[in-house]
């Protein structure tokens, strides 16, 4: 790839403005509720730090690895928890943040996970849907952009655990 021409898909300001905005739609959501920010490493780190910095309400922050891609760009269909969540989160309502949706698996099992753990409610937010790929019926509730179906990295998201660095978000030509 790396011969190959980097095209900005969604710029660094597009995506500070729209986590701007998703960050009033989540305090308003949360507001009186008991919010527990669960980031999944290490896709959403970037995108996690951002948003809480949006939220206007007092929240635990936690996170969670999970793998199933390995370095290919086709999912082996199958999650593991790699790193599990820390803390306690019975009572918590738990806001799920991950930097995209794909086929849904990997949200689909770590929405199953926390509610086993006796979480009061389970969301999920992402910075980026690719609907045309689900293979399970999932719609994030929050959801920064919605892109086609190409492979994309950069703003935390990798190729071959590279690329997380870039400060936008783009595909190659
Ligand atoms: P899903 O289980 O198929 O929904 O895939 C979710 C995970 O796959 C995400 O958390 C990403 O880490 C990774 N992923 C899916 N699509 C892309 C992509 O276009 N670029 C980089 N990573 C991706
Ligand atoms: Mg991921």
Redesign the pocket.
Known sequence: MEDKIKKILISKEKIADRIHELGKDITKEYKDKNLYVLS?LR?SFIFAADIVREIDLPTKIGFMTTS??GHSEV?SGC?KVVNDIQDDIKGCDVLIV??????????DFVIGHIKALGATSVKCCVLLD?PE?RKLELKPDFCCFEIPDV???GYG???GDYYRNIPYVFNWE
């Open positions: 999944l896709g199933s891609y999912s999650v991950d930097d995209i949706i794909d086929t849904g698996i990997t949200m690719k790929r492979f994309v990295a998201l990798n190729y």
